[in-house]
């Protein structure tokens, strides 16, 4: 009785056969069509749950099709069909709103994992943000359009690369788009590309078959593997070494993946997420990100405010984490003093919001009595430059060796905050050998 309508859009008689079968015996009903203006007429006398187009028909292309369906406001799901390496003209239909797209020769597979993921994108997306936004707080205006983002973005299979400075929550804008998305029942696996050691990263990445290498005693499943039919989060993805990055640019064009050891591809379906606080563009400019890869993962890119930007959803966010950690020590959840949140909302948080969570957790750990004063908050607050006193080394008051232990201090302890206290990435950010950071931990008691 609901049968599911797919458009078919291919001006080859056996294409547009082939899909036809193949959607009859998922049990959704297929027109099919070979130009662009019998599928414009279709769309604006019936409804449809999917469309199928190839990007070369005889009146035009298939982005011409994708663009009036975005262009009408149709909550219609786009898969275009290329053909083979036309991944240039694949990543353009997903920036035009394509929602994913198929190589010819068709992969049957992948052809129906790709339908049942866009039957399942549900035009009640609303309300889903509805039940998900409180973990993404905040009404200004920053945010609003962020969460707006996060929901056009959900319902596709771009590629997004999340950027924004440490803390500022890119991990937590990852999980919202795979948990509005179709993929949201299958799995979410992320990775902080910057702590796996660079000789484990193909394995870690791609699996591995028992005996390819020393120390191979069973088979083992990678990444894209344990994230099949759902997403994968790359955080930290310009940490990647060149090799890698060239063999995670084919497992994206061809969807498909080969372990360590193993003489044949696996297809695999996974939506790709990726983040970094660093200057990505710039890392491409300087030759250490492949310009080619860059591309494949920027196909939409999520921008992320730091929190000074925007100062007045600090009071939102800090009263929501401090009921959060109240309730996870089992403690009664304490007021802020009017100073104390006057302090937070002129507080620069370098750190962003892992910062004032941290800020929060030291300050619910020593307040007394039943509210957190400015005193409680601890924070770093910098002088102007004109009343700030003089820092800088003095001979008279402090050894030269005491000076530089004590930026060293700093250094090690700043890199190990901002990589979440992972000594591995930590040791890679300063340029350190790991044995070395190691060292120097123990050294100025750190360790």
Request: glycine content about 6%; overall charge neutral.
């Amino acid at each position: 009785m609901n049968m599911p309508v797919a458009l078919v859009v291919d001006d080859e008689p056996d294409i547009r056969e082939l899909l036809d079968i193949t959607l009859s015996r998922m049990n959704i009903r297929a027109c099919c069509v070979e130009n662009i203006k019998a599928a414009r007429q279709l769309l604006s006398s019936q409804h449809f749950d999917l469309c199928l187009t190839d990007m070369r028909l005889p009146d035009g292309d298939g982005l011409a099709l994708v663009e009036y369906i975005q262009e009408s406001g149709m909550q219609l799901p786009v898969a275009v069909i290329t053909a083979h390496g036309s991944m240039d003209i694949a990543v353009s239909a997903m920036k035009k709103g394509a929602f994913d797209f198929l190589s010819k020769p068709v992969d049957l597979a992948a052809l129906r994992q790709l339908v049942n993921n866009a039957l399942r994108v549900s035009p009640n997306v609303l309300e889903k943000d509805r039940r998900t936004r409180e973990t993404l707080l905040g009404e200004s205006d920053m945010m609003c359009e962020i969460r707006s983002k996060i929901q056009k973005v959900a319902r596709n299979q771009a590629p997004i690369y999340i950027s924004g400075e440490s803390g500022s929550g890119k991990e937590l804008v990852a999980k919202l788009i795979h948990q509005q998305g179709p993929r949201a029942e299958k799995p979410f696996v992320a990775i902080n590309c910057g702590a796996i050691p660079h000789e484990l990263m193909e394995s870690e990445f791609f699996g591995h078959k028992k005996g390819s290498f020393s120390g191979a005693i069973a088979d083992k499943q990678g990444l894209f593997q344990a994230a099949d039919g759902g997403t994968l989060f790359l955080d930290e993805v310009a940490d990647l070494p060149l090799a890698l990055q060239v063999k995670l640019l084919r497992a994206i064009q061809e969807k498909k993946i080969r372990p360590v050891g193993e003489q044949h591809e696996i297809a695999v379906d996974v939506r790709l997420l990726s983040a970094t606080h660093k200057d990505l563009a710039q890392m491409v400019r300087e030759g250490s990100f492949r310009q080619d890869l860059y591309y494949r993962i920027n196909v939409i890119e999520l921008n992320l405010p730091p929190l000074r930007a925007r100062a007045a959803d600090i009071v939102q966010i800090a009263e929501h984490l401090l009921a959060r950690l109240a309730k996870a020590n089992q403690m009664p959840v304490p007021r802020f003093s009017p100073q104390a949140l006057a302090a937070l909302q002129r507080y620069e948080f370098p750190g962003n919001v892992r910062e004032l969570e941290n800020i929060l957790e030291r300050a619910l750990a020593l307040h007394e009595g039943d509210r957190i004063d400015v005193g409680d908050l601890n924070l770093r607050i910098e002088e102007d430059e004109s009343t700030k006193p003089q820092r800088n080394f003095n001979a008279d008051k402090m050894s030269l060796g005491s000076y530089l232990e004590d930026v060293e201090k700093k250094a090690l302890a700043a890199a190990l905050e901002e990589n979440r206290w992972n000594k591995t990435a930590a040791a890679k950010q300063l340029g350190m050998t790991f044995r070395s950071f190691r060292y120097r931990l123990k050294k100025l008691g750190l360790e």
